[in-house]
């Protein structure tokens, strides 16, 4: 259903501006005079057209995680204010920047206005609210601490956010050093090795092998340099395809765990999502094997969800959390021991936010070394191929000054 952007009048005079759902926009007035109010200009907020297109656009649509974060804070404020939800969202809508979450806001307390609960509103609007956002309001529905909930949301949705923002600022400089240093050598051999080479050729000598093999590579290049971005469209679009089906999953996601470094960079980031989301299911009230299930979806990675899937059925058993995630093998033996002792000591949930900070500061800072150390190791890679640029220019010269001696 189409959603409409209006201003209107109330009973009193006062100019009222928000958005409504409806077949129309004749639907809309109608919407709006059923309401008490007078409509001055109603115009569609989205078009259908826009509602309408494919998964590829949709991405580039998708509600950020800073926005979700925003609107989930304001609306535990607004809610701890006294404010019921129908009232707080009210509040919230016309304060919302993003179209996407106008619209689907509008949708939920709809939704919730014809008698569904907050979680079940949720769940009736794209993928922009998780099973653990879901999860997490029913539990906050069924104990009666929503306001408390939304915070608690609102402050993992903005740890993840930062977890984000740091690894990508560490490996910005990175990538930026190798589009220009790639830059700089495509420009080198296609424009400056050609004309220097010409000039060797006038001179009819045998030239060195590494001249030789610079010379090539500069044709090769200069004649086939479009098959480049071509072939990394269809290494990615591979890449995607394989990634997309069972067997290729597991095959990655199993090679990435198998490397030596990154496999342990891996496991701890995933240990430091699990314990986050784990600890903050547990401390709302959801029981522990629903909890697991739910973090299973969010590993991130097939072969981790499958071990935590696993340990769900042997706590099913009867048999420890710790216990049964430490026989997969998957997890660090320090994720493993933390939740012992706070199975042991009656405090998992608060042992499992230490283990989520612990790890959480570990992935930063093998981010920060891991950016440290690429620096160097680009620039010692770009100073080989210069060098061997410049001596494969160098050698015929020195030649031919031996000869002339």
Not at 29 to 58: D, M
Not at 129 to 145: C, K, R, V
Not at 358 to 366: G, M, P, T
Request: with cysteine; charged share 15%; aromatic share 6%.
């Amino acid at each position: 259903m189409p959603v409409y952007e209006y201003t209107a009048l109330d009973v009193k005079g006062n100019t009222l501006s928000g958005i409504v759902d409806a077949d129309s926009p004749a639907g809309a007035r109608q919407k709006l005079r059923a309401a008490g109010n007078y409509p001055v200009a109603v115009r569609e907020a989205v078009s259908l057209s826009v509602q309408q297109s494919t998964l590829f656009f949709k991405r580039f649509r998708r509600v950020g995680h800073s926005e979700l974060a925003i609107m989930t804070r304001q609306l535990g404020t607004l809610m701890a204010a006294g404010f019921p939800l129908v009232a707080a969202l009210d509040a919230l809508i016309p304060q919302t920047r993003s179209p996407q979450l106008k619209n689907q806001l509008t949708r939920i307390k709809d939704a919730i206005v014809g008698g569904s609960s907050f979680s079940q509103a949720l769940s009736t609007v794209s993928n922009t609210f998780s099973p653990l956002y879901i999860n997490m309001i029913q539990a906050g529905e069924s104990s009666g601490t929503m306001e408390l909930v939304l915070d608690r949301l609102a402050e993992m949705i903005e740890k993840q956010q930062q977890i984000t923002q740091r690894v990508t600022s560490a490996m910005t400089y990175p990538v930026f050093m190798t589009i220009i240093g790639a830059g700089i050598m495509l420009f080198l051999i296609t424009y400056i090795v050609p004309t220097i080479a010409g000039l060797f050729a006038d001179m009819k000598q045998v030239l060195p092998v590494p001249t030789r093999i610079l010379i090539a590579a500069s044709q090769l290049l200069k004649l086939w340099w479009w098959l480049i971005p071509i072939a990394i469209v269809i290494i990615i679009l591979g890449f995607q395809r394989v990634r997309n089906t069972v067997s290729g999953r597991y095959a990655i996601d199993s090679a990435l765990l198998s490397l030596p470094i990154m496999g342990n960079f891996l496991r701890k980031l995933s240990a430091a999502r699990l314990a986050r989301t784990l600890g903050l299911l547990l401390e709302n009230g959801v029981s522990l094997l629903s909890a697991l299930e739910i973090v299973k979806n969010i590993a991130g990675n097939v072969l981790i969800a499958d071990a935590v899937e696993a340990a769900a059925n042997k706590v099913r058993q009867g048999q420890g959390l710790a216990g049964s995630l430490g026989a997969t093998r998957q997890f660090p033996a320090l994720f493993i021991q933390m939740i012992q002792v706070g199975e042991q000591s009656g405090a998992l949930e608060s042992l499992l936010k230490k283990v989520a900070d612990l790890f959480e500061n570990e992935v930063e800072s093998a981010l920060m070394r891991m950016a440290s150390l690429l620096e160097p190791v680009m620039i010692l890679i770009m100073g080989v191929m210069v060098g061997f640029i410049v001596l494969s220019i160098c050698l015929p010269i020195f030649e031919m000054n031996q000869l002339i001696r």
